[in-house]
């Protein structure tokens, strides 16, 4: 299995990169995440996805957004396809988000996902989310996970927060203090 690919942009579509590593070229599906052009060095943290006829990659930048888009997959009826979708349309933090405040409306806005999957993805991943299945805090920027942990605060304390984020607190220091605020109570 292929799970990390570093190497030379050599040709580029909207939806994928053909990334050359020791003369190989790896066509890995990317969506409009990756941000480099032909001829830059890129890598990506990637899923390999094999069936009977399909042998696909599908690359992130980031292992945070890999291990999300793992998280996805493991609802039923969402595959690779949709699970790209879900990421690009939202991004990690929004899809947290939608999960724990139950709104089904953020998910049935992406196309090709209606009330049944929607409802799905909401009702499996809450669960594994409240079982502690899912750390959270390895979904949130690690900026601000490190941040909080280096003034003391243990994971199990800043997760229950870390939930509670708003969507719209954008800069580091603005979420710590909301973390830090919500901790205290």
């Known amino acids: 299995m292929i799970g990390y690919l ?19 070229g790896y066509k890995v599906n990317t969506g409009n995440f990756s941000k480099a052009e ?63 405040l139950s709104d089904v409306n953020l998910f049935k806005s992406i196309p090709g996902i209606g009330t049944k999957v929607a409802s799905k993805i ?10 502690g299945e899912v750390d959270m805090a390895d979904l949130e920027d690690d900026e601000t996970v490190d941040a909080l942990l280096a003034l003391g605060l243990k994971k199990a304390e800043i997760l229950p927060a870390l939930k509670k984020i708003p969507v719209d607190l954008k800069d580091i220091q603005s979420r710590v203090k909301f973390v830090l605020k919500h901790v205290s109570k």
């Open 6 to 24: 570093k190497g030379n942009i050599i040709a580029k579509s909207k939806s994928f990169v053909i990334v050359e590593v020791n003369s190989v």
């Open 122 to 131: 909401i009702v499996e991943l809450k669960s594994k989310i409240s079982k």
């Open 38 to 100: 032909i001829g830059e060095k890129a890598a990506y943290f990637c899923y390999h996805y094999t069936r009977e006829d399909i042998n696909e990659l599908f690359g992130f930048s980031d292992f945070a957004d890999l291990q999300f888009f793992e998280f996805l997959l493991s609802v039923s009826g969402v595959g690779p396809k949709v699970a790209q979708t879900i990421m690009i349309n939202l991004g990690r933090d929004k899809v947290a988000q939608a999960i724990s």
